[in-house]
């Protein structure tokens, strides 16, 4: 079992970073040969989730993903490269940025996709969450991202609230 206190020692965003490569094939696309939105989303997780792993080195499990827009079509035969990096920790959970590109390898083009945030927690085996440890940004793209999620946070808590506020 790992030491929960050498668990809690801040750790830099770098040490989080991950990045996946899929290539669209054809059980992964719609009738119009398009990636269907539903398998980026799962990749989306995939990638968000090995991010909050490396940095938390605990189980994780997805708390919520924030907005999401498909900006240009994927392809059959399409690579898809997913980078996810922690942008921020609050106590037990995470703020993970993940942003998907496309690249056509015939014509060399690499497109922006998407872009997502999503909240990870970390737990134990039976489910109960565990404290993460602080994540410390050293670029100024790592440091705006860390300010950043403050506001988205407290954009998806008042969301959270209204939500609750119109439940029958």
């Known amino acids: ?3 929960i206190k050498s668990n809690l020692t801040p750790r830099p965003v770098h040490d989080s970073i991950s990045e996946m490569a899929e290539i669209v094939m054809p059980n992964d696309a719609n009738p119009l040969n398009a990636l269907v939105g539903g398998r980026l989303m799962h990749w989306i997780d995939l990638a968000g989730a090995m991010a909050a792993h490396r940095h938390s080195r605990q189980r994780v499990v997805t708390a919520s993903i924030d907005h999401m827009d498909f900006l240009v079509p994927v392809r059959v035969g399409d690579l898809v490269i997913l980078r996810s990096s922690v942008n921020r920790v609050f106590h037990t959970s995470m703020e993970v940025g993940v942003k998907v590109w496309v690249e056509n390898y015939h014509s060399e083009e690499k497109r922006h996709v998407s872009s997502a945030y999503l909240t990870f927690v970390a737990i ?3 489910g109960n969450r565990l404290p993460v440890a602080p994540v410390i940004p050293e670029t100024a793209d790592e440091k705006r991202r860390f300010e950043d999620a403050v506001h988205r946070r407290e954009i998806r ?5 209204r939500r609750k506020a119109v439940r029958p």
């Open 124 to 126: 134990d085996a039976a």
């Open 157 to 161: 808590r008042a969301e959270m609230a």
């Open 1 to 3: 079992m790992t030491d």
